[in-house]
Nanobody, 114 residues
Framework: QVQLVESGGGLVQPGGSLRLSCAAS????????MGWYRRAPGKQRELVAT???????NYADSVKGRFTISRDNAKNTVYLQMNSLKPEDTAVYYC????????WGQGTQVTVSS
């Protein structure tokens, strides 16, 4: 069973940047496509970025041009670089496969506020 641990969240001012990390246990991590999700207060969880095992990426329109997803298979880790953050990016961020097939981690809180 792959376990996911997200980290790197925090409080940042609008226009700022954060880099999130998702560490996965298990040696088969490299074969999974992975994604970053977020759940804002009062809203459903949404998928904002995905990366295939081969490194192809895709983004939700709301984050395109500002967020970058990447992965380091040797470290069993997927990252989300978030730039030009907006208050509407405030949410708990999670990683999982694009089909949400793994057990959810605890997530990491991102708060964008002045």
């Amino acid at each position: 069973q792959v376990q996911l641990v997200e980290s790197g969240g925090g409080l940042v001012q609008p226009g700022g940047s954060l880099r999130l990390s998702c560490a996965a246990s298990g040696s088969i991590f490299s074969i999974y496509a992975m994604g970053w999700y977020r759940r804002a207060p009062g809203k459903q969880r949404e998928l904002v970025a995905t990366i295939t095992a081969g490194g192809s990426t895709n983004y939700a329109d709301s984050v395109k041009g500002r967020f970058t997803i990447s992965r380091d298979n040797a470290k069993n880790t997927v990252y989300l670089q978030m730039n030009s953050l907006k208050p509407e990016d405030t949410a708990v961020y999670y990683c999982n496969t694009p089909r949400a097939s793994l057990t959810w981690g605890q997530g990491t809180q991102v708060t964008v506020s002045s």
